[in-house]
């Protein structure tokens, strides 16, 4: 069936340095893109988001990149901090659909 | 602000015993989601509900039921509880539905034993 999945489950980065994060989706109709952020016991936190008729977006310290021709996105966190420690999700959506198809999710860990 | 809030925050059941979780939505949010988080995995589409109406089910058994009021909050209800429904349950509000920003709750954390 259709999935979003993660290349690598857990990321250890410096304190300072920038991390990216990917993600390969499968479903070709997938529309609508977002990165969460989800810290320990607590719910998953919209981080950024992306249209398919877009392949960047960038935020404040993170940049989403899109490429449709090989299905793949990734999350690029500049001048990583203590804070960024989480795990990251991406998840897809269809057009005018609310269902979010999540991934398994890469767990970024900041070493001090 | 207040963002969506859940509860409770956490419950202990045993085997075949029933479950009812609480969601209310941020003020002014009328789509309301559900999703399964087992540990370790992303979350799994439950239901959703826009105006009262189920909008969207994901692949669960019936045991899983869920509702929306009109003020917009949200029950979710599961039968028959199984060792397997051990789960964070994630409940996610948006303004309108289809491609608008979810807004998670902290979830509910559910253990049967």
């Known amino acids: 069936g259709e999935s979003v999945g993660l290349h690598l489950p857990t990321l250890s980065v410096q304190e300072g340095d920038n991390s990216i994060i990917n993600c390969a989706y499968s479903?070709?109709?997938?529309?609508?893109f977002i990165w969460y952020k989800q810290e320990s016991g607590k719910g998953p936190q919209f981080i950024i988001d992306?249209?398919?008729?877009?392949d960047k977006r960038q935020g404040q310290r993170v940049t989403v990149l899109l490429n449709k021709t090989v299905k793949h996105l990734s999350l690029q966190i500049a001048a990583t901090q203590p804070g960024d420690s989480a795990v990251y999700f991406c998840?897809?959506?269809?057009?005018?659909?609310?269902?979010?198809?999540f991934g398994t999710g890469t767990r970024l860990t900041i070493i001090p | 602000d207040a963002g969506v809030t859940q509860s409770p925050t956490h419950l202990i059941k045993t085997r075949g015993q029933q479950v009812t979780l609480r969601c209310s939505p941020i003020?002014?949010?009328?789509?309301v989601s559900w999703y399964q988080q087992v540990l370790g995995q992303g979350p799994q589409f439950i239901f959703q509900?826009?105006?009262?109406?189920?909008?969207g089910r994901g692949n669960f058994p019936d045991r899983f039921s869920a509702r929306q009021f009109p003020n917009y909050s949200s029950e979710l209800n599961v039968n028959a509880l199984l060792l397997g429904d051990s789960a964070l349950y994630l409940c996610?509000?948006?303004?309108?539905?289809?491609?608008?920003?979810?807004?998670f709750g902290p979830g509910t954390r559910l253990t049967v034993l």
């Open positions: 996610a509000s948006s303004l309108v539905a289809g491609n608008n920003e979810q807004f």
């Open positions: 003020s002014g949010h009328k789509s």
């Open positions: 479903n070709s109709a997938s529309d609508y």
């Open positions: 509900y826009y105006e009262k109406e189920e909008r």
């Open positions: 992306i249209r398919s008729n877009m």
């Open positions: 998840a897809d959506q269809d057009f005018g659909n609310e269902k979010l198809t």
